[in-house]
């Protein structure tokens, strides 16, 4: 069901990490980051980069981008636009479809608009690495990233030009072309469960930084004093 809505939270809400998410965050645990860095080890204590975190978002984001671009290659040589494909006894019609907008084509007369959002989502991601030390929340951001480069690949570089690309789209659940819900792609499916997972990490008190927020009434028991922050599950 994510998914079905892939378009509008791939290109409208695949920032809602960098607003909601952080605003949750910094809800939940009455901290901003350098509040919590010094209550887990100091005053003095800096985050540092995890290497392995980075890798697993690169990795996650280049596995995303290739299987995209994979499928949208398949599709596109051997589908035809008029003739949806029917799988899994109707569950799943493969229906190529072109798309300028975000769900059921929204915004198609101004595609350069999701092209710019795009770009954003991708600075706010590169921002975040700085802090990054937490593989789940690796993965997520990776899944992200996958999915906007897939999509930001088909605006930039297919017709009818650069920032003015339609976005190849190929799943249709129930029915063929929208019929019940918007059509969406590989990098679409992406999107919606990065930001899910996001949404989950920040919903169980993960952090970014690789530490867990606890509630000011268990704090004493964590040992990192009321309010504060413990190292959890990375």
């Known amino acids: 069901m994510l998914a079905c809505g892939s ?17 949750l965050c910094n809800w939940r645990s009455g901290l901003d980051f350098d509040e919590a860095a010094g209550a887990v080890g100091g005053p003095d204590r800096k985050p540092r980069i995890r290497p ?20 949208k290659w398949l599709c596109t040589e051997h589908l035809t636009e008029s003739e949806p494909v029917r799988v899994l006894g109707g569950l799943v019609y493969l229906s190529l479809l072109r798309n300028g907008g975000a769900a059921f084509t929204m915004g198609a007369a101004h595609t350069w608009v999701f092209s710019a959002i795009t770009l954003v989502v991708i600075g706010w991601i590169a921002w975040t690495t700085r802090r990054l030390r937490s593989v789940p929340w690796a993965v997520s951001l990776g899944l992200v990233l996958g999915g906007a480069l897939g999509n930001l690949g088909d605006r930039l570089f297919r017709a009818p030009g650069p920032f003015q690309g339609h976005v190849v789209d190929m799943i249709s659940l129930f029915a063929p072309y929208a019929e019940k819900f918007a059509v969406f792609n590989v990098a679409d499916s992406c999107l919606s469960v990065g930001v899910a997972l996001a949404v989950l990490l920040e919903l169980t008190g993960r952090q970014r930084d690789g530490s867990r927020a606890v509630r000011k009434k268990s704090a004493g028991v964590a040992g990192v004093g009321e309010g504060g922050r413990a190292r959890g599950w990375r």
């Open 7 to 23: 378009r509008i939270l791939g290109e409208w809400l695949a920032a809602v990490p960098s607003v909601p998410v952080w605003v």
């Open 52 to 71: 392995r975190a980075l890798v697993v978002l690169g990795v996650t984001a280049g596995l995303a981008v290739a299987l995209d671009q994979w499928v």
